[in-house]
T-cell receptor, first 118, second 114 residues
């Protein structure tokens, strides 16, 4: 079974500063994928970044980067130069090997609420 | 294609009534997922379709819940004899078996059972 743990229920960050959101995972699969989603108050889940378990380099997408430490089973999200619009819930998620039918679903953590202060 | 569409956006129902939600995935996506999200929690997997076949159901999907995806296009999620504990956001997502990471979510249907 897969499990995602996000230990930070909420965080304040000053505008223009960087923030790191923690995510640890547990799986017995060798092939898996890790995701971060943003959920503003409107409710939609917005895809931010993806890291495959065999990817050697950490994923980056604009101001988002994923600090992937496979041995520690962690996949922390770093948001650089925070903006007021970054205030939202952030969810870490994983999926298993796509060759299994069960590998296609996403398992989510409990989320971290980020509030960016001006 | 405008993304994944869910209807209705909000639904208020009395306890004991039946409700049905609809999800229209991205047309090229053959996989469709339903999740439930209660306030302050992460989404929980309910069920998954590949084309018209329902390949996996969570134990969260009690006998009162049923999902269909006729013809492998849109999907419906029905809850019979609703209970207050069913109050949640119901999220639909779709993906393609061509990519391993292209999950697109809809805006969800928020159900309130009174």
């Amino acid at each position: 079974a897969q499990k995602i743990t996000q230990t930070q229920p909420g965080m304040f960050v000053q505008e223009k500063e960087a923030v790191t959101l923690d995510c640890t995972y547990d799986t017995s699969d060798q092939s898996y994928g890790l995701f971060w989603y943003k959920q503003p108050s409107s409710g939609e889940m917005i895809f931010l970044i993806y890291q495959g378990s065999y990817d050697e380099q950490n994923a980056t997408e604009g101001r988002y980067s994923l600090n992937f430490q496979k041995a520690r089973k962690s996949a922390n999200l770093v948001i650089s130069a925070s903006q007021l619009g970054d205030s939202a819930m952030y969810f870490c998620a994983m999926r298993g090997p796509p060759i299994k039918a069960a590998g296609n679903k996403l398992t989510f953590g409990g989320g971290t609420r980020v509030l960016v202060k001006p | 294609d405008t993304g994944v569409s869910q209807d209705p956006r909000h639904k208020i129902t009395k306890r004991g009534q039946n409700v049905t939600f609809r999800c229209d995935p991205i047309s090229e996506h053959n996989r469709l997922y339903w999740y439930r999200q209660t306030l302050g929690q992460g989404p929980e997997f309910l069920t998954y379709f590949q084309n018209e076949a329902q390949l996996e159901k969570s134990r969260l999907l009690s006998d009162r819940f049923s999902a269909e995806r006729p013809k492998g296009s849109f999907s419906t999620l029905e809850i019979q004899r609703t209970e207050q504990g069913d109050s949640a956001m119901y999220l639909c997502a779709s993906s393609s078996d061509i990519t391993n990471y292209g999950y697109t979510f809809g805006s969800g249907t928020r159900l309130t059972v009174v």
